[in-house]
């Protein structure tokens, strides 16, 4: 892709292009990913133990809700 991309006329398609380029090239230590040490360790070490909803009666309502959508496990296997 890189050989063609002096080739493009069109604004779009090379701002499209620029971005997939950006998204090969991507890595959690880009300094300029904006996370920081906490954030990247809970990223490449996320928790073992399932997931706990005490007290936060509004994130379990959300999530029963979700999974009550008759397309939800769509969306799960599509992304």
């Given at each position: 892709?890189?050989?063609?991309?002096?080739n493009i006329k069109l604004?779009?398609?090379?701002?499209?292009?620029?971005?997939?380029?950006?998204?090969?090239?991507?890595?959690?230590?880009?300094?300029?990913?904006?996370?920081?040490?906490?954030?990247?360790?809970?990223?490449?070490?996320?928790?073992t133990y399932p997931a706990?909803?005490?007290?936060?009666?509004?994130?379990?309502?959300?999530?029963?809700?979700y999974i009550g959508l008759?397309?939800?496990?769509?969306?799960?296997?599509?992304?």
């Amino acid at each position: 892709m890189e050989e063609i991309y002096p080739n493009i006329k069109l604004d779009d398609l090379r701002v499209s292009l620029e971005f997939i380029f950006g998204m090969q090239a991507a890595s959690l230590d880009d300094p300029g990913s904006g996370l920081d040490a906490d954030a990247l360790q809970r990223l490449r070490n996320p928790p073992t133990y399932p997931a706990s909803f005490d007290g936060d009666r509004a994130l379990e309502a959300a999530i029963k809700l979700y999974i009550g959508l008759n397309h939800s496990d769509g969306d799960y296997n599509v992304a």
